[in-house]
């Protein structure tokens, strides 16, 4: 079956550490973005790439980091540099509009 | 003022009660409307999308825009237990892969 995998589901990390999500697709969709989603603010656009080897910066993006090698996948990497990393974080895929967004599982992380 | 409002609930009610869930925007190019259904620790999925004003049926779901007064809706008919889960609004402007607004959702529980 087609999908986005997100891994792994739940990850604990001390602070000052970075930290890399992954997530994978087998949608053969071109565009892949993350998100991160806390109580009462809803979903935030961190990065997004429409490209493989592209990728912009979203609306919280300090802190973070992406890398687009190949099309399948889009890792997203929590820097020491973040402040409040602990979240739930969510990758998503599409193809263009008028579809939505394929979203994965998610990752919660816990940074203690 | 947030360009996406929704009320995050949580909303109560019987099993078998019509439910309407709603949103409002202050983006007058937003031209795709989208609704997502979230369970808990999972990631959103998409219910329906639809493009500009008019209505959109789903078997027990409808969705409604309304750019004039910029208010979307989702009507749930018939409502279920497994219907319990927070609903997120989602708009762009635009075709390709243009910015995906969200609303924060709206928590929604079915009593049976």
């Known amino acids: 079956d087609g999908g986005i995998t997100q891994s792994p589901k739940y990850l604990f990390r001390k602070e000052g550490q970075n930290v890399t999500l992954s997530c994978e697709q087998n949608?053969?969709?071109?565009?892949m973005y993350w998100y991160r989603q806390d109580p009462g603010q809803g979903l935030r656009l961190i990065y997004y790439?429409?490209?493989?080897?592209?990728?912009q910066k979203g609306d919280i993006a300090e802190g973070y980091s992406v890398s687009r090698e190949k099309k399948e996948s889009f890792p997203l990497t929590v820097t020491s540099a973040q402040k409040n990393p602990t979240a739930f974080y969510l990758c998503?895929?599409?193809?263009?509009?008028?579809?939505?967004?394929?979203f994965g599982s998610g990752t919660r992380l816990t940074v203690v | 003022q947030k360009e996406v409002e929704q009320d995050p609930g949580p909303l109560s009610v019987p099993e078998g009660a019509i439910v309407s869930l709603n949103c409002t925007y202050s983006?007058?190019?937003?031209?795709?409307f989208m609704w997502y259904r979230q369970y808990s620790r999972k990631g959103p999925e998409l219910l329906m999308y639809?493009?500009?004003?008019g209505n959109k049926e789903d078997g027990r779901f409808t969705a409604q825009v309304d750019k004039s007064s910029k208010y979307i809706s989702l009507f749930i008919r018939d409502s279920q237990p497994s219907d319990s889960a927070t609903y997120l609004c989602?708009?762009?402007?635009?075709?390709?892969?243009?910015?995906?607004?969200f609303g924060i959702g709206t928590k929604l529980q079915v009593i049976p």
């Open positions: 989602a708009m762009s402007e635009a075709g390709g892969y243009q910015k995906v607004t």
């Open positions: 639809t493009y500009s004003s």
């Open positions: 998503a895929s599409s193809i263009p509009a008028p579809y939505g967004y394929t």
């Open positions: 790439s429409q490209i493989v080897n592209d990728f």
């Open positions: 949608l053969n969709h071109d565009a």
């Open positions: 983006n007058s190019a937003f031209q795709y």
